[in-house]
């Protein structure tokens, strides 16, 4: 066994250890300030992105959310101008809908990948994370997350879109504006893009869940929490 497979086992155990009395024992070199550190950086994990999967997976979450609420990328405004022009802004804005609604059906599939990527975490991965910049975290789980997320959103994202007429609806659209004198024909995979403007909203809010604890002491909800956080300076 090598000594990172040791360290996520010992972790594991931590809390049966300890109620049993054989901590020290079970975690032979792993101290007993690291194991603290690393729980309660796991904990705040937890907390963080558990609160950031609730915030966006619900209705409204996207849409109602200015920051991150999908809209047609930059490179379709002309597309989306011309339209609203003709009298297509209804149809505009319930694609826009539909996409956020889209994204807001994927998000709940994100707490079980976050939480896979917080088992797996070793200690040196919480040292850093721990004593890094107010989105060390987010930008981990970015890096260790994203590929399972797409690969994971995708067929929510498409299946909900075929479900509502999203994609008829672009096509309608398209064909619309195609009648526009002098119009380009727009480009745009609308899952792939959708998919993608989901998990930077999910990111984002990721981020802001992140800041909270690093700096304000009435996000760190549980003893622990503001254990570790004290005892690093925070």
């Known amino acids: 066994m090598n000594r990172r497979s040791f360290l996520q086992i010992s972790l ?3 809390g049966a250890c300890l109620a049993e009395g054989q901590m020290l024992g079970q975690l032979g070199s792993l101290t007993l300030s690291d194991a603290r ?38 490179n379709l405004r002309m597309f989306e101008t011309g339209l609203r022009a003709i009298g297509y802004g209804p149809k505009v804005d319930e694609l826009v809908l539909s996409m956020n609604r889209a994204a807001e059906k994927a998000a709940p599939r994100a707490k079980r990948i976050f ?81 993608s403007k989901s998990l930077d909203g999910l990111f984002y809010m990721l981020g802001e869940e992140e800041k909270k604890i690093r700096k304000n002491p009435a996000a760190r909800v549980t003893d622990l929490l503001k254990q570790v956080f004290r005892g690093m300076g925070r």
């Open 37 to 74: 550190i690393a729980d309660g950086l796991k904990e705040a994990l937890r907390v963080g992105t558990n609160n950031a999967v609730k915030l966006v997976g619900r209705e409204g979450g996207y849409f109602n959310n200015e920051v991150i609420k999908i809209l047609l990328p930059k």
């Open 115 to 195: 939480g896979n990527a917080i088992l797996q975490m070793s200690i040196d991965d919480a040292r850093e994370i721990l004593s890094g910049g107010d989105t060390a975290a987010t930008e981990y789980f970015q890096g260790a997350t994203s590929e399972e997320l797409t690969t994971e959103f995708t067929p929510v994202v498409q299946r909900t879109m075929d479900q509502v007429g999203v994609t008829r609806q672009y096509r309608e659209l398209l064909g619309r504006y195609k009648n526009i004198p002098f119009a380009n024909s727009p480009k745009l995979d609308i899952n792939n893009y959708v998919v």
């Open 12 to 14: 594991a155990g931590f």
